[in-house]
Nanobody, 122 residues
Framework: QVQLVESGGGLVQAGGSLRLSCAAS????????MGWFRQAPGKEREFVAT???????TYYADSVKGRFTISRDNAKNTYLQMNGLRPEDTAVYYC????????????????WGQGTQVTVSS
């Protein structure tokens, strides 16, 4: 149905930037909203950002507002531009897809990528 593959993670110094990409495939992808989540060792999964099917509406966690930007294109790609990175941003980042008609809640995200590691050093 929908397959997601993240890329772009890596090691970066505090204050630096990274751009994560999520490549999606599947015939129903265009009807899905997309989200980014992250999970640090020993901690629960945390919402980061979401974007609706058209790309016209976005929402961010308070912890990343003003620093991260979620976007999507017409080639089934979703991006997370991360600027001003901090050590507390260190986590495995996942992209996920949910039906656009559903609320932005964890329970509605049906498809997940394998994750990409982001490490921010001080």
């Amino acid at each position: 149905q929908v397959q997601l593959v993240e890329s772009g993670g890596g090691l970066v110094q505090a204050g630096g930037s990274l751009r994560l990409s999520c490549a999606a495939s599947g015939r129903t992808f265009s009807s899905y909203a997309m989200g980014w989540f992250r999970q640090a060792p020993g901690k629960e999964r945390e919402f980061v950002a979401t974007i609706n099917w058209s790309g016209g509406n976005t929402y961010y966690a308070d912890s990343v507002k003003g620093r991260f930007t979620i976007s999507r294109d017409n080639a089934k790609n979703t991006y997370l531009q991360m600027n001003g990175l901090r050590p507390e941003d260190t986590a495995v980042y996942y992209c996920a897809a949910r039906p656009n008609s559903r609320p932005n809640s964890l329970i509605w995200y049906d498809y997940w990528g394998q994750g990409t590691q982001v490490t921010v050093s001080s």
